[in-house]
């Protein structure tokens, strides 16, 4: 008996099939779909540090969910959600033995220098970034 090879055709023949699109899938007996119809794909041109927008464009990861919609459809903020800690499991007195952190200091302004008084008073954004080995 002749075996039947797997196959996937794109469904939205009016666009490149880069992005999430729907797909129909055929022949695939190593996987069960709810609708082999319609499954869901994302197909990405992107390299690891971008994310892929739902139309196939790429932006970087950095500006994934930072509330600034970077994909002209606005997938980069869809699906962002707040950490969630768990109580019972944390312990924020027990931080990772190797965890780095890094810190960016920006000095935005001087506001004001007292020679006299011997101060100064400035404006500046502090940026810690943690990393977990």
């Known amino acids: 008996p ?3 090879n797997m196959y996937g055709m ?3 023949f009016t666009t ?3 992005g999430k699109n729907y797909w129909h899938i055929v022949n695939d007996s190593r996987c069960i779909y709810p609708n082999p119809e319609m499954i869901l794909i994302n197909m990405s041109p992107c390299n690891s540090s971008s ?3 739902d139309d196939g464009t790429c932006v ?4 994934r969910c930072d509330q600034n919609n970077d994909c002209k459809d606005i997938s980069d903020e869809k ?3 707040i950490v969630v800690i768990d109580p019972n499991n944390y312990m924020k007195d027990k931080p990772p033995k190797q965890a780095v952190v890094k810190l960016k200091v920006d000095l935005l302004k001087i506001l ?3 020679e006299v008084a011997m101060m100064y008073r400035t404006q500046y954004t502090v ?3 943690r990393v977990d080995p």
Do not use: A, Q, S, V
Request: aromatic share 8%; glycine share 4%; charged share 30%.
């Open 2 to 4: 002749r075996k039947e």
């Open 10 to 12: 794109h469904t939205e």
């Open 16 to 18: 490149y099939p880069l």
């Open 51 to 53: 994310f892929t927008c």
């Open 60 to 63: 970087p990861m950095t500006t």
């Open 79 to 81: 699906g962002c959600e």
């Open 112 to 114: 004001e220098i007292d």
């Open 127 to 129: 940026n810690l970034e």
